[in-house]
């Protein structure tokens, strides 16, 4: 039963925590240790439990957590954890990057550490450590003996894993890539199960994880070629409502959900100016025009007409819903009255991904972000007619979508139709009143949002 197997898994420090960071590079930035530490605990985790381990993040968050409160934390997990399975194990793995100086040096590779004469800490720290090796060309400094807080006062076998040195350019350099960061933690996943005699591998990849088929709020990890994605949907009996901000203004997701009564959910719908000396002189939205949102004004002349690179989603009050190309900036008021007086919403987004069920690449050679991994939001209806909301992540943890992602998202939903919405880093979800997506601070001319 791996289930009874408990591993808990330290990031190491906290955001703020002083040091612990990299040189400067000559752009005159820096990485700070969390911000490798961090993903690849949040992706160990996510790896052990998909082999049928229990495993925990032990400080979850960016918090500055000391390490006398990591170590109480870890010592009465590991107590409830026996309480509910006697012969249960629990181990402990606090995740870190080394650094030999506050200035760049050619110190560099992968070490690990256990507590002085901690024979299962010695053995764990070999079985995790030969596997470590394996991966990314790093020297190998070894298995060696520590007196390290975490590892010296926790309860059981422990060790410290230093995954590359932030002070050698070259390691610094692979802290922030995921595939880097996912290597690490697969190498430390494989080297828990050899420790435990774990022989039978994962069922298959990480799953993507059946979404949920209820409406409302849910939230999945995608995993596509060893990267885990977040991905936000509200689901919801009917479309959602395409609302403003102030006119000529652009505003942040928060003013313009208060301008609205009921929201239950909202997600960013950017609609970009021609350019930055456009948006200096009128910021004026750029794409389709909508209804009047109950405020009673007709708003057809709020946007410009849609871009012919851009394509438009209308949902139609019939039941219908279309995806349509325009070939000319000019706008034409007579598409816009049969689009203000007859249909929910129309709204222009980047590029189209399920017209009639089927994929489609409809202008995805119109923006070359398609093919990068980014925040997304996507606007989509199902055979059934159930509408979707949805926003992938793009942070530390969440690695973000190409448009070829994001059709495997539309399989796995069922959308017949589907677009492409967003604006790199412009991603986010209000659910309820909070924020489930980062919080993006760009500021937006428009937003979708369903009512209760
Ligand atoms: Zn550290």
């Known amino acids: 039963m791996n289930k009874e197997i408990l591993v808990l898994v330290d990031d190491g420090h906290g955001e703020m925590t002083p040091g612990k960071r990299t040189p400067k590079f000559t752009d005159g930035s820096v990485i700070k240790e969390h911000q490798f530490n961090q993903p690849v605990a949040t992706k160990l985790v996510?790896?052990?439990?998909?082999?049928g381990l229990s495993a925990h993040n032990i400080t979850q968050g960016n918090a500055d957590v000391t390490l006398p409160t990591r170590v109480k934390i870890a010592n009465a997990l590991a107590a409830?954890?026996?309480r509910k399975y006697p012969n249960g194990k629990v181990i402990?793995?606090?995740?870190?990057?080394n650094a030999m100086s506050d200035n760049w040096s050619s110190v560099s590779g992968v070490e690990t550490f256990h507590h002085y004469g901690s024979k299962e800490g010695k053995r764990l720290a070999a079985d995790v450590h030969s596997e470590i090796i394996k991966g990314t060309v790093q020297s190998n400094r070894g298995v060696k003996e520590a007196g390290y807080y975490v590892i010296k006062y926790t309860s059981m076998p422990a060790i410290l894993v230093e995954l590359g040195f932030?002070?050698?350019l070259r390691?610094?350099?692979l802290m922030l890539d995921q595939d880097f960061q996912y290597e690490c933690a697969s190498e430390i996943c494989e080297g828990v199960k050899k420790y435990f005699n774990i022989t039978e591998s994962a069922p298959g990849p990480l799953p993507i994880l059946t979404p949920s088929t209820k409406l409302g709020y849910s939230k999945l990890r995608h995993l596509h070629n060893n990267f885990l994605t977040d991905v936000h949907i509200y689901k919801s009996n009917k479309p959602p409502e395409y609302v403003l901000g102030t006119p000529r203004?652009?505003?942040?997701i928060s003013q313009i959900e208060s301008k609205y009564k009921d929201v239950e959910a909202i997600v960013n719908a950017n609609l970009f100016p021609f350019s930055a000396v456009d948006q200096a002189k009128t910021p004026l939205g750029y794409g389709l025009i909508i209804t009047d949102n109950g405020q009673g004004k007709k708003i057809a002349d709020y946007y410009q007409n849609s871009s012919p690179n851009f394509v438009d989603l209308i949902a139609w009050k019939d039941g219908k819903v279309t995806i349509e190309t325009v070939t000319s900036h000019i706008v034409d008021n007579r598409r816009l009255a049969n689009i203000q007086g007859n249909a929910f919403f129309g709204a222009s987004g980047c590029y189209a991904l399920k017209i009639e069920g089927k994929d489609t690449r409809l202008y995805w050679d119109k923006v070359s972000h398609a093919n990068s991994y980014t925040d997304r939001t996507m606007v989509g209806v199902d055979g059934e007619g159930m509408w979707y909301m949805i926003v992938a992540e793009s942070n530390t943890n969440s690695k973000g979508l190409r448009a070829l992602d994001q059709q495997v998202i539309c399989d796995l939903l069922g959308l017949d139709?589907?677009?492409?919405?967003?604006g790199g880093g412009s991603s986010a979800m209000k659910h309820k009143g909070k924020f489930v997506t980062k919080q993006s601070g760009r500021n937006i001319p428009a937003a979708f949002i369903s009512r209760l």
């Open 417 to 422: 139709y589907c677009v492409n919405f967003d």
């Open 249 to 252: 203004r652009y505003e942040s």
């Open 92 to 97: 402990f793995i606090s995740v870190h990057y």
């Open 166 to 168: 932030m002070s050698n």
């Open 171 to 173: 390691e610094a350099s």
């Open 80 to 82: 409830i954890h026996l």
């Open 46 to 51: 996510a790896l052990l439990k998909h082999n």
